[in-house]
């Protein structure tokens, strides 16, 4: 085991970030094609309010899995810790209550959210036609979050029991059971927008038992928590989910108010930008795993005081990223014509797809920078900087810019100025790092699990 925990402390750091980079990213690239081809076959059905519908969901959808990945992480940090400590009757007690407090705080939030749906629908901007579709969507999904949260939180149980295949491979049966039922219920049963619905409820359903199964077939199954372990284990439980959630909740915080600004713009507008959400993360899906992928580089030289290494690897991962992110721009900028195309985008939502298929693709070299800077922070006992930064690249670095976008350039000025926020924190962030890199503190305070929530954030994003 030592000599698996020590595999980074050698070797070229570059080619470390490449192959754990790549390798994360099969699994989240197989989960964002089938987003990907669920938005072409809702554009298919040749409907903006249909797109433009999952678009104003899709923002709260956001927003309510932020309770999950909260739940998640602090699931597999208390459960690693047990196993840690050569407890697993303790590890199993700790997966039982995680999941339970779970399953009792989504059916709350889900209960709340399902009340209030059509007032949070128009909150970002859903009206009319296009409102009813957003409420109807959503309410059929949102009564499935504690199901997506018993999915959440025993693919964290199995990835403390080191165990991250079979974690990813629920996700991956998700994404495979979605992408089955799709056409299906929107074609086949001439569904449309409830098909779409039904088949992520499905999804969910999916996820949750190809997680739990392997928990019980492979690492000692779950017991039954009594009353008194319930207390007990609460505290401890939000003491790592509290701030987990509140990271988290900026981002959709942050989404909802450009899909809100967005509107201004009509539907069509909506619906483009609905269109490249579901794009960029198939396009970049081996930045947004970065994160988590470069976050044990790190830890693990600086549990090993290689101060050196430490700082190497983040100047690889910025270096990793700008290779990745200009690669892929260019293969965009050659499909900008068949990827209009595919979605029969005309109008407005074919000039955000064209926006983004150019020089906007280069700026999410920004993001990147913040990743992994986000993913230092983490290791380097810093956690609450990530906190900071994830808040206020998605308030200042997001509202200001948007409203002096959309008031230059109109639509497309939304996205630009969306994407000029990330520069400014991108820019914070690096110095920050380099800050505490320069340093080279002591870590007083590790989440081992907090590098994982992006991923989180991203894999459930609409399931």
């Given at each position: 085991?030592?000599?698996?925990?020590?595999?980074?402390?050698?070797?070229?750091?570059?080619?470390?970030?490449?192959?754990m980079?790549?390798?994360?990213?099969?699994?989240?690239?197989a989960?964002?094609?089938?987003?990907?081809?669920?938005?072409?076959?809702?554009?298919?059905?040749?409907?903006?309010?249909?797109?433009?519908?999952?678009g104003?969901?899709?923002?709260?959808?956001?927003?309510?899995?932020?309770?999950?990945?909260?739940?998640?992480?602090?699931?597999?940090?208390?459960?690693?810790?047990?196993?840690?400590?050569?407890?697993?009757?303790?590890?199993?007690?700790r997966?039982?209550?995680?999941?339970?407090?779970?399953?009792?705080?989504?059916?709350?939030?889900?209960?709340?959210?399902w009340?209030?749906?059509?007032?949070?629908?128009?909150?970002?901007?859903?009206?009319?036609?296009?409102?009813?579709?957003?409420?109807?969507?959503?309410?059929?999904?949102?009564?499935?979050?504690?199901?997506?949260?018993?999915?959440m939180?025993?693919?964290?149980?199995?990835?403390?029991?080191?165990?991250?295949?079979?974690?990813m491979?629920?996700?991956?049966?998700?994404?495979?059971?979605?992408?089955?039922?799709?056409?299906?219920?929107?074609?086949?049963?001439?569904?449309?927008?409830?098909?779409?619905?039904?088949?992520?409820?499905c999804a969910?359903?999916?996820?949750?038992?190809?997680?739990?199964?392997p928990?019980?077939?492979?690492?000692?199954?779950?017991c039954?928590?009594?009353?008194?372990?319930?207390?007990?284990?609460?505290?401890?439980?939000l003491?790592?989910?509290?701030?987990?959630?509140?990271?988290?909740?900026?981002?959709p915080?942050?989404?909802?108010?450009?899909?809100?600004?967005m509107a201004?713009?009509?539907?069509?507008?909506?619906?483009?930008?609905?269109?490249?959400?579901?794009?960029?993360?198939?396009?970049?899906?081996?930045?947004?795993?970065?994160?988590?992928?470069?976050?044990?580089?790190?830890?693990?030289?600086?549990?090993?005081?290689?101060?050196?290494?430490?700082?190497?690897?983040?100047?690889?991962?910025?270096?990793?990223?700008?290779?990745?992110?200009?690669?892929?721009?260019?293969?965009l900028?050659?499909?900008?014509?068949?990827?209009?195309?595919?979605?029969?985008?005309?109008?407005?939502?074919?000039?955000?797809?064209?926006?983004?298929?150019?020089?906007?693709?280069?700026?999410?070299?920004?993001?990147?920078?913040?990743?992994?800077?986000?993913?230092?922070?983490?290791?380097?006992?810093?956690?609450?900087?990530?906190?900071?930064?994830?808040?206020?690249?998605?308030?200042?670095?997001?509202?200001?810019?948007?409203m002096?976008?959309?008031?230059?350039?109109?639509?497309?000025?939304?996205?630009?100025?969306q994407?000029?926020?990330?520069?400014?924190?991108?820019?914070?962030?690096?110095?920050?790092a380099?800050?505490?890199?320069?340093?080279?503190?002591?870590?007083?305070?590790?989440?081992?699990?907090?590098?994982?929530?992006?991923?989180l954030?991203?894999?459930?994003?609409?399931?």
């Amino acid at each position: 085991m030592a000599s698996q925990e020590a595999v980074f402390l050698k070797g070229n750091l570059f080619r470390h970030i490449a192959v754990m980079t790549l390798t994360s990213s099969v699994g989240l690239m197989a989960v964002f094609l089938v987003d990907f081809i669920d938005m072409v076959f809702i554009s298919m059905l040749g409907k903006a309010e249909l797109a433009a519908a999952v678009g104003y969901a899709g923002a709260i959808l956001f927003f309510t899995s932020s309770i999950g990945i909260g739940m998640a992480i602090a699931a597999g940090a208390l459960v690693a810790r047990a196993l840690g400590e050569g407890d697993e009757t303790l590890a199993r007690a700790r997966a039982s209550t995680a999941l339970v407090w779970g399953v009792l705080f989504g059916s709350a939030f889900a209960a709340l959210v399902w009340l209030n749906v059509r007032t949070l629908a128009e909150l970002v901007g859903a009206t009319g036609e296009t409102l009813d579709l957003s409420v109807h969507y959503l309410r059929i999904i949102i009564p499935s979050l504690p199901i997506l949260l018993v999915g959440m939180v025993g693919g964290a149980i199995l990835r403390a029991h080191g165990d991250a295949r079979r974690s990813m491979m629920a996700t991956i049966w998700g994404a495979g059971v979605n992408a089955v039922l799709d056409p299906i219920l929107i074609f086949g049963l001439d569904l449309d927008l409830t098909g779409a619905a039904m088949a992520s409820f499905c999804a969910r359903i999916a996820i949750a038992a190809a997680a739990l199964y392997p928990i019980f077939r492979h690492h000692g199954g779950l017991c039954r928590p009594t009353l008194p372990h319930m207390r007990q284990a609460l505290a401890p439980l939000l003491a790592i989910a509290g701030p987990a959630i509140a990271t988290q909740m900026a981002t959709p915080i942050g989404q909802a108010y450009v899909t809100r600004a967005m509107a201004d713009y009509g539907e069509a507008a909506v619906a483009g930008m609905a269109i490249v959400a579901r794009m960029s993360p198939v396009a970049f899906a081996t930045i947004f795993a970065l994160s988590g992928a470069i976050g044990p580089i790190i830890g693990q030289n600086f549990g090993a005081q290689k101060h050196d290494r430490v700082r190497r690897a983040w100047l690889d991962g910025i270096l990793f990223a700008a290779i990745v992110v200009v690669g892929m721009t260019l293969i965009l900028i050659a499909l900008r014509g068949p990827i209009v195309a595919l979605f029969e985008a005309e109008g407005v939502a074919r000039e955000l797809i064209y926006l983004f298929c150019g020089p906007l693709a280069l700026f999410f070299f920004f993001n990147g920078a913040i990743f992994v800077s986000n993913a230092a922070f983490n290791n380097l006992g810093k956690p609450l900087w990530s906190t900071w930064i994830n808040w206020g690249r998605n308030t200042l670095g997001t509202i200001p810019f948007v409203m002096l976008g959309g008031a230059l350039w109109g639509a497309q000025g939304v996205l630009i100025g969306q994407a000029l926020g990330g520069v400014a924190f991108a820019l914070i962030a690096a110095v920050l790092a380099l800050r505490i890199m320069g340093r080279g503190e002591t870590c007083a305070e590790k989440e081992p699990f907090a590098r994982q929530a992006r991923q989180l954030s991203l894999v459930h994003l609409r399931r």
